[in-house]
């Protein structure tokens, strides 16, 4: 009775084997997919970033136009009736997107009622948000401002960029 008991369990053993191989490839899926978002853009909204009317001495100074519009003098420079205007700019793009802000490091004014015969310099350009907007409702106001040196004695007259500066956005 044992054999026969071992002699089944070794037939079903047999029966029961199946061919066993290695698997030396694999196959899996994905999907693809695409997701296009409405472009960015910049446009100016107000022409100008203006300092505004100022007085120079015969000490150099700043006039430093915050984003909000805010004038601070510094050294020998000081307010004059017409007041500045911030550059002001409309991003637009995707909703709740966010962006980067690009501004010039420096640009040259040049006085353009005098022949151009001195210039000043705006720097440490700064915005309104900084240094990312947020396009909620799929658009957002920039602001920018400047610092304007003025040098001592600076000749009196119009002083304006010879091209427009350029403000730059981008997505993250």
Not at 28 to 48: D, F, Q
Not at 69 to 95: I, K, M, W
Not at 130 to 146: D, I, K
Request: charge should be neutral; aromatic fraction near 6%; charged fraction near 5%.
């Amino acid at each position: 009775m044992k054999k026969e008991i071992l002699s089944l369990t070794m037939l079903a053993a047999v029966l029961c084997v199946e061919n066993v191989s290695a698997q030396t490839s694999g196959t899996a899926t994905a999907n693809a997919s695409a997701s296009v978002v409405t472009p960015l853009t910049v446009i100016n909204l107000n022409g100008n970033l203006s300092f505004g009317n100022i007085a120079p001495s015969g000490t150099a100074g700043a006039v430093i136009l915050a984003p909000n519009g805010t004038r601070t003098f510094t050294g020998g420079v000081s307010a004059l009736p017409g007041g500045p205007s911030v550059g002001t700019f409309q991003v637009t793009g995707e909703n709740g997107f966010t962006y980067s802000i690009t501004l010039p490091v420096s640009v040259s004014l040049t006085n353009t009622t005098s022949g151009g015969a001195q210039t000043l310099l705006a720097n440490n350009f700064t915005s309104f948000p900084t240094p990312t907007g947020v396009l909620t409702g799929g658009s957002q106001t920039l602001l920018v401002g400047a610092t304007l040196l003025v040098p001592g004695g600076s000749v009196p007259g119009v002083y304006s960029t010879a091209t427009p500066f350029s403000v730059t956005v981008n997505y993250n």
